[in-house]
């Protein structure tokens, strides 16, 4: 049962998660950033991974505390599904296109986080979402799903499709990393006896 459900409420934020590792990519979204609940979408749909966020936030300042709360409750979650990471592959990476757009992420879940973010936006905003936001929710998630992750966008004109693969890209990654090894026999997936 690789199931977690984790609830975060701060002054700022009142946020839940429900996601299941081996679930169907289907998805349910409620956090009042129309474009975020898309891209959550794409995880949850190319990750392979059933995914529920309902968020209450203070969007009448603007859309940051919402989006990094959201990101480090997903990280949580991910966390308590995976456990202590006996026999999952540890490692994933993914390209994705969209059109003139590519992206390509890399995953290690070695229970340190780290993030390499090189995503160079065409604009500012794509809507009313502001495109530093993304950097943001993905800091948040590596903070405490303890990963390290690797995102870059190649190339890119368009700014949604620039976000959209990197989206894309890390569900089809976190799939692979989060995939059992059968060889593995659940064993710890590192020399060092722990992740």
């Known amino acids: ?3 977690a459900e984790i609830t975060r409420n701060t002054l700022e934020t009142q ?5 299941d590792l081996d679930g169907n ?3 349910q979204f409620a956090t009042g950033v129309p474009f975020l609940d898309h891209m959550l979408d794409q995880i949850a749909r190319h990750g ?23 990101g480090i409750t997903l990280g949580q979650a991910l966390a308590k599904a995976w456990g202590d990471k006996k026999g999952l592959t540890r490692y994933g990476h993914a390209y994705v296109p969209l059109d003139e757009a590519l992206s390509r992420v890399v995953i290690d879940l070695s229970g340190r986080p780290g993030l390499e973010f090189n995503v160079d ?8 979402f502001d495109v530093d936001l993304v950097r943001e929710f993905f800091q948040g998630l590596v903070n405490h799903a303890g990963m390290t992750l690797h995102i870059d966008n ?3 004109v368009n700014a949604h499709h620039q976000a959209e693969t990197v989206f894309k890209a890390f569900g089809r990654a976190l799939r692979m990393a989060a ?4 060889r593995m026999a659940g064993a710890m997936p590192s020399t060092k006896g722990t992740l």
């Open 1 to 3: 049962m690789r199931q």
């Open 154 to 156: 190649l190339r890119g």
């Open 15 to 19: 946020i839940t998660v429900r996601l």
């Open 179 to 182: 995939t059992p090894d059968s």
């Open 25 to 27: 990519g289907r998805g």
């Open 121 to 128: 936006f065409t604009r500012a905003s794509i809507g009313q």
């Open 48 to 70: 392979l991974i059933d995914l529920e966020v309902e968020a209450k936030g203070d969007l009448h300042i603007d859309a940051h505390h919402t989006v990094e709360d959201i």
